[in-house]
């Protein structure tokens, strides 16, 4: 197992051209990058990124879920197909970066119609999977409490349908929607690709300053055969000074080492 830092870490904070040379300062071996906005997704951008990051591993790429993903699920074939084409920019942007994954939310549970149909929703995954696998991407759904996979079972429902569709497990958003992350990680299992970590006192804070125990987190991992990387997804308000978030990557680093 590897450690690194999502760029979305320092979202407002640094632009991604300035946070992948600090993190090639710092040594993090491996990155996600947060692409927010549409001038992001734009492969000349990518470019700008890929002479920029130095020797980090750029793994997974993470949009904006607003932005298009639940369009990609739309009953209107324009919307889906301008969502397609702005899916297509972010993939070839990973392509460039290197990227293996692309960590995904989907439909955004925000209104009140809304009705959950998982067999539509699964097809229609397997579709968009096909789309990034041209790519050279892996599809990875992310459990996130206002997201489509907001409990334990939707993923088994959506891979049964797309079988080569990757997990990405969040311990923050699991404790927000009520459900133990060890339910997650059972049902990702094999299939996980990458995990997102931060820590709980009163509030979100940075891994090591808080009660999570990242011990049995690393234990368990290992259990189910992961070897992918394990990133710190903090909000930018959860920690001070930067050097608190290198601090949060040495405390992680030496903590996975050990399995």
């Known amino acids: 197992m590897r450690v690194g830092i999502s760029t979305a870490s320092l979202f407002m904070r640094k632009y991604n051209e300035d946070t992948l040379p600090l993190f090639a300062e710092w040594r993090i071996p491996v990155a996600e990058v947060f692409l927010s906005s549409f001038t992001e997704y734009e492969p000349a951008f990518a470019d700008l990124l890929k002479a920029r990051k130095g020797d980090v591993e750029v793994y997974s790429v993470h949009t904006i879920n607003t932005q298009y993903e639940p369009q990609l699920y739309s009953a209107s ?11 297509g920019k972010a993939m070839e942007s990973a392509r460039i970066l290197g990227a293996r994954s692309h960590t995904f939310h989907g439909i955004a549970r925000l209104k009140r119609t809304y009705r959950e149909d998982i067999p539509h ?64 990680l059972a049902e990702m299992g094999s299939s996980l690709s990458h995990v ?61 080492s050990k399995y």
Request: proline content about 4%; overall charge negative; some cysteine.
């Open 196 to 256: 997102h970590v931060s820590d709980f006192r009163e509030k979100g804070c940075l891994p090591g300053r808080g009660g999570f125990d990242f011990d049995e987190l690393f234990s368990r991992l290992r259990d189910v055969g992961f070897d992918g990387p394990v990133f710190i997804e903090n909000y930018a308000s959860d920690y001070g000074d930067l050097k608190e978030l290198y601090e949060s990557y040495e405390f992680l680093a030496e903590k996975a």
């Open 77 to 87: 074939p324009r919307v889906r197909g301008d969502a397609f084409q702005i899916l």
């Open 121 to 184: 929703v699964a097809e229609q995954t397997l579709a968009i999977s096909e789309f990034c696998k041209n790519y050279g991407i892996r599809l990875c759904y992310e459990n996130v409490e206002w997201a489509f996979y907001n409990r334990p079972g939707i993923f088994k429902e959506l891979r049964a349908v797309c079988p080569a569709l990757g997990g990405v497990l969040d311990i923050k958003q699991a404790r927000v929607s009520g459900y133990d992350y060890r339910d997650y």
